[in-house]
């Protein structure tokens, strides 16, 4: 199966607590294309308390069985990327995940232990994603199954009766088991 593979770089936000008993927030900000040098967990703007983190990189792999959802995604107003985090705390937490996928970054979302954010898809891998597409992108035609029509007079070579025979039946076994 045809895949391309393409380093991005992943910024995050730290914002401060908003009460004196939260905790502060680390969200995905952005995806940069390339990847930038900047060593990972490397705080880059400190603004009144809310920081900008470059957390490093990873990579975004695109497959040709999925063309048809980065495809839905390419047509939606705004591409998107989604961005799995491990962690709150920007100077050891893991990126996970990067998708451009919007079911898969759907189900990311379910997992309780991931910081799941999405971010707007960078110009340039919008064109990278959208070629790839153009070059594997197959349309699977919707069939039908048809159901073959039941015949009552076929049970018996079909499998088990309709009625369980009194010896098949729970209480006819009870007592007679291993752990009675």
């Given amino acids: 199966m045809p895949e391309q593979i393409i380093r991005l770089g992943v910024l995050a936000l730290r914002r401060p607590p908003v ?4 905790q502060a927030q680390l969200q995905p900000l952005a995806v940069l294309m390339p990847e930038p040098a900047a060593a990972a967990h490397t705080r880059l703007l400190d603004d009144e308390g809310t920081q900008t983190w470059y957390l490093g990189g ?14 839905d995604n ?7 990327i989604w961005v799995a985090l491990r ?18 970054g759907e189900g990311l ?19 990278l994603t959208a070629d790839f597409v153009d070059r594997h992108h197959v349309e699977m035609p ?38 009675s």
Avoid: C
Avoid at 74 to 80: A, H, K
Avoid at 87 to 104: F, H, K, M
């Fill in 74 to 80: 390419l047509e939606s107003d705004q591409p998107r």
């Fill in 142 to 179: 919707f069939k039908k199954r048809k159901r073959t029509a039941a015949n009552p007079a076929d049970d018996d070579e079909r499998g088990s009766p309709r009625v369980l025979q009194p010896g098949d039946k729970w209480e006819a076994t009870k007592g007679r088991g291993r752990f």
């Fill in 19 to 22: 009460t004196r008993w939260g």
């Fill in 58 to 71: 990873r990579d975004l792999a695109l497959w040709s069985g999925d063309t048809g959802h980065y495809r």
């Fill in 87 to 104: 962690g709150n705390d920007p100077a050891t937490s893991q990126i996970v995940r990067l998708t451009a996928d919007p079911y898969e």
């Fill in 109 to 127: 979302s379910s997992d309780l232990d991931l910081i799941v954010g999405v971010v707007p898809m960078p110009d340039a891998l919008r064109a």
